[in-house]
């Protein structure tokens, strides 16, 4: 056998005998991590929904969050493609009577919150 590189010899078997699946090579694996994170992420978002409150036990409840710097659980009224309704964690950086802003960025509007709660050693109250 010669030693040397033959860069004829490497793009004749490019040319002509390797034939590459492309995706399918990798689809196996994608399809089973895919779903193992998207039942972790199913089993982390699930939440039991909360009664619907008022605007001004939501108001309250966002004044106490603010000035006593407290995580809250916040369950929204829109649902997701399994019928759950959305729900945000964090802490509020501030807010008025029309929205809040939480410390990480997420803005909201009033009127999207159904519920509120103080989050408590991971559990909310």
């Known amino acids: ?5 033959n ?3 490497v793009s ?3 040319k002509h005998d390797y034939h590459d699946r ?3 090579k990798w689809q196996g694996f994608f399809l089973s991590d895919h779903q193992v994170a998207l039942h972790k992420r199913a089993n982390e978002t699930k939440s039991p929904p909360l009664s ?6 939501i108001l309250a409840t966002l004044n106490k969050a603010t000035v006593q710097h407290q995580h809250v659980f ?5 649902r997701d ?3 759950q309704h959305q729900a945000l964690k964090g802490q509020v950086n501030t807010f008025n009577s029309q929205s809040i ?17 103080f989050i408590v050693e991971n559990k909310t109250e």
Do not use: R, S
Request: proline fraction near 2%; aromatic fraction near 8%; hydrophobic fraction near 40%.
């Open 52 to 57: 619907k409150q008022e605007p001004e036990t």
């Open 12 to 14: 004749n078997f490019f």
């Open 7 to 9: 860069l004829d010899v």
């Open 101 to 117: 802003l939480l410390v990480d960025g997420t803005f909201l509007n009033i009127e999207e919150i159904m519920a509120i709660e």
């Open 74 to 78: 916040i369950q929204l009224k829109t």
């Open 22 to 24: 492309g995706k399918q």
């Open 1 to 5: 056998m010669n030693d040397e590189f």
């Open 81 to 83: 493609k399994c019928g």
